[in-house]
């Protein structure tokens, strides 16, 4: 009896996003370009870009090439798979560190480079949650993250969370920022703004609030919630790392 995958009914993308099966290119007729796995990616990465995820189909991707949407079908098997290979391409190529620079300003780079990554292709957020499949680019972005961790004393669960503590920050900061703005700038002068009008009137009930929301809007250091909740995080680890060391 075959023995069943452990990747169940994502097989398909798991062998498409490693390429443990062959591709096969369609050769070029005319004055129609060939089409490959990874221009079909790129077509949705700038649909989903533009237009988010929802707008995304097989039939709108093969429209950009000038296909039919039967011809996709021999490079990638349908929607899901397509998804999984643009995250994938989407995600990019991991920062690779230089252990002397320390675990802190690595750590620091990653999430900086993450936080850049979710802001350029917002739709990323929504995709990458629930069960399903890691690609190569995905997968290199952990390796990245724990390599900048080697040398600490945290042992290897501790690294995994450390790495996982980082990353919900940075998700939840790029979800912060598309959700309170219809632009991908600057979101905390605009909250303020909304507070500052609802509070109008209101600071007998809400004193505190009041208090900060009047602070915060005179301050000059506004739009650092990322910033202020990495170092945050970092300072934490950093306790842990010198208790382990002395431990």
Same mark, same amino acid.
Do not use: C
């Given at each position: ?114 936080? *850049? ?18 690609? +190569?680019?995905? !997968? ?8 900048? !961790? ?16 980082? !990353? ?13 703005? *219809? ?11 909304? !507070? ?10 809400? +004193? ?36 382990? *060391?002395?431990?």
């Amino acid at each position: 009896m075959k023995k069943k995958s452990i990747f169940g009914d994502r097989a398909r993308s798991i062998a498409l996003l490693w390429q443990l099966t062959p591709v096969r290119e369609r050769p070029h007729r005319g004055p129609k370009p060939g089409l490959s796995v990874e221009r079909i990616a790129e077509a949705g990465i700038s649909i989903a870009d533009a237009e988010g995820l929802v707008a995304v189909s097989m039939q709108r991707v093969a429209a950009t090439f000038g296909f039919t949407t039967m011809s996709l079908y021999r490079y990638v098997p349908s929607k899901t798979e397509l998804v999984d290979l643009m995250i994938d391409m989407a995600m990019g190529n991991a920062p690779v560190f230089d252990r002397a620079a320390g675990w802190r300003a690595n750590l620091e780079t990653w999430a900086g480079h993450m936080w *850049s990554i979710f802001r350029a292709h917002p739709w990323l957020l929504g995709a990458t949650v629930g069960h399903r499949v890691i690609g +190569p680019n995905e !997968l290199g972005w952990m390796e990245s993250a724990l390599t900048a !961790l080697e040398g600490t004393p945290l042992d290897g669960a501790e690294k995994l969370d450390a790495t996982l503590v980082v !990353l919900g920050h940075v998700r939840n900061m790029a979800q912060q920022t598309m959700t309170t703005s *219809s632009q991908q700038g600057a979101d905390e002068p605009l909250l303020l703004e909304l !507070l500052t009008e609802l509070l109008r009137g209101r600071a007998d009930r809400y +004193p505190a609030t009041t208090r900060v929301v009047t602070s915060a809007s005179a301050s000059p250091l506004q739009n650092q919630g990322f910033e202020f909740g990495l170092a945050r995080i970092l300072d934490g680890l950093g306790h842990l790392i010198v208790r382990r *060391s002395y431990s």
